[in-house]
């Protein structure tokens, strides 16, 4: 029956005193709000900008020319070998003759250039597409020493380089931010309790000089910390799940010639993360800020 | 009930309390009398173990209170009632909520905390002022809300520091009188103060300080010194 009055108690007097300072109440829950929303949004930037990297390097294309002499059983050996590397997405052979139709088909109006010669010029190819741009440059090198079986390698080497290049930047300079954008969230909203807590020192004081135990102290403050930190991260989901179903057919239509994604799992996702961040960011900071002031 | 043993405390280069020694039996009403600085406050802290001794013991019911950690320092806080000299009530906190908090603590709730808290505003006459804010009240009045914080769960010991101070003689006497209504059913009272004319107007027990140290400690009208002694100074 105590522990019932005790956790009735707890719970109006969190409550009561969020109310009763509700001038800092209102303070916290809104720089919690932005701080999240802050954070939140950064991340949803920073994964859409990781996925068009992506898809930029998707696209990036290796082509290697196979000599008119080369046995056939060779190079479907290392088509099957070069579909099993990792970084390959599509490996295809394209034989002479395809590339006599793919030519005539590009080149309606010089087909009689192709008339004039007596047998077909163009060489068979092994086109690949790949899903990671940084194993090109490697894979060609191999390629071209394949002397016997390919007569060149046509690699747009600077294009990969560039995708290789602003790919590792994208990652490099959004994780930096995120961690450096993550401690400056956590460090607000716990200095924005703290001051709450702060605020409320004699109360803490006197409550311990009554006869009060530490968690009896303790409880209002971290169930406001929790209620502020939740509040707050609550506000900064639902302006995420707003502002991101606003933004995302904008980004994609802006963007259409990469395949960004732009699904609610995602967001949903990021929604519940920012929620789990603010109670336990809220309810830790109570907690901690409150120890201080309990040695009395 | 109280005894302190060779009590120093310092602040700093200020020594506060110096060798003081005493002892305050089961149900007795003291007066600490002295001007301002003379170690009243701080031997009120050190009885209520706000503060501890830098040298010397002080016991409390029979325990050293620098013993005394963590929930034995609860239950020692619970046997004791304080009033201070800025009263320290929850400026959020309505006088019922203020007087109801001793009792919320030791986990009571419902309708017992709630006759608790009547009865005793009652008794302190703020009954009809129980859902005012402490900032919506009389210095007086915040005194009488303190002393009922302080004896809401019935206290051994109840210790007040300078609860007349800056009122009228009338209501000076009115809260003195209230303490000794409290004495009365046996809670042992220590009551800090400068007021020379509440003091000579009753006939108890006069510690009187100076500089930290205990000057005298007579019993007010009467030939006879109380047994307690004074403390090297």
């Known amino acids: 029956m105590a522990r019932l009055h005790v956790a009735r108690y707890l719970l109006g007097s969190a409550l009561t005193g969020l109310w009763r300072n509700r001038t800092m109440t209102g303070g916290a829950i809104v720089t919690t709000a932005i701080m999240l929303i802050t954070l939140a949004g950064f991340l949803a930037i920073n994964d859409t900008l990781n996925q068009m990297v992506t898809a930029l390097g998707r696209k990036s294309n290796l082509i290697a020319y196979v000599r008119d002499e080369a046995r056939p059983t060779q190079v479907m050996a290392i088509i099957d070998d070069l579909r099993t590397r990792p970084g390959v997405g599509e490996v295809q052979f394209v034989s002479k003759e395809d590339a006599l139709a793919i030519f005539e088909s590009r080149f309606v109006d010089q087909r009689d250039i192709l008339d004039v010669l007596q047998s077909n010029p163009l060489p068979a190819s092994v086109e690949l597409r790949l899903n990671d741009p940084s194993v090109v440059p490697d894979l060609a090198q191999e390629l071209q020493t394949m002397t016997t079986v390919f007569d060149d390698v046509v690699v747009p080497l600077d294009v990969v380089e560039e995708v290789i290049g602003i790919s590792n930047l994208a990652r490099v300079a959004g994780s930096v931010i995120i961690i450096a954008l993550t401690g400056v969230t956590l460090f607000v909203i716990v200095n924005t309790i703290r001051i709450a807590v702060f605020a409320r020192r004699q109360e803490i004081e006197i409550m311990k000089l009554v006869g009060a135990t530490d968690w009896f102290v303790r409880g209002p403050f971290v169930a406001e910390g929790a209620i502020i930190g939740g509040v707050g991260a609550g506000i900064a989901a639902i302006a995420l799940v707003v502002l991101y179903a606003q933004a995302a057919p904008v980004v994609t239509r802006i963007v259409s010639f990469l395949p960004v994604s732009t699904d609610t799992d995602f967001v949903r996702n990021l929604a519940v993360f920012t929620l789990l961040v603010g109670l336990i960011v809220g309810s830790l900071g109570s907690y901690f800020s409150v120890r201080r002031y309990l040695s009395v | ?233």
């Open chain 2, 1 to 233: 009930m109280i005894v302190l043993q060779s009590v120093t405390k310092s602040y700093g280069d200020v020594r506060a309390v110096n060798g003081v020694t005493l002892a305050i039996s089961r149900g007795e009403f003291a007066f600490l009398m002295g001007t301002n600085g003379a170690g009243k406050t701080t031997l009120l802290r050190l009885i209520s173990r706000e503060e501890q001794p830098d040298a010397g013991v002080v016991l409390v019911g029979g325990g050293n209170t620098a013993e005394i950690t963590g929930p034995g320092l609860t239950r020692l806080r619970r046997r004791m009632g304080v009033v201070y000299q800025d009263t320290r009530l929850l400026p959020n906190a309505t006088v019922a909520e203020n007087v109801a908090l001793p009792l919320r603590v030791r986990g009571m709730g419902g309708s017992s905390v709630a006759s608790d808290v009547n009865a005793v505003l009652e008794r302190v006459r703020l009954a009809d002022k129980e859902a005012r804010f402490p900032r919506e009240l009389s210095g007086g009045e915040q005194r009488k809300v303190a002393i009922a914080r302080a004896v809401v769960a019935n206290p051994e010991i109840l210790l007040c520091d300078e609860p007349t101070e800056s009122l009228s003689a009338e209501r000076a006497t009115e809260i003195v009188d209230l303490l000794l209504d409290i004495n009365a059913d046996g809670v042992t009272t220590v009551v800090a103060t400068h007021d020379t004319g509440t003091v000579n107007r009753l006939r108890r027990r006069v510690i009187h300080m100076d500089n930290g140290c205990v000057q005298s400690d007579t019993l007010v009208g009467s030939a006879a010194p109380p047994p307690a002694t004074n403390g090297p100074s």
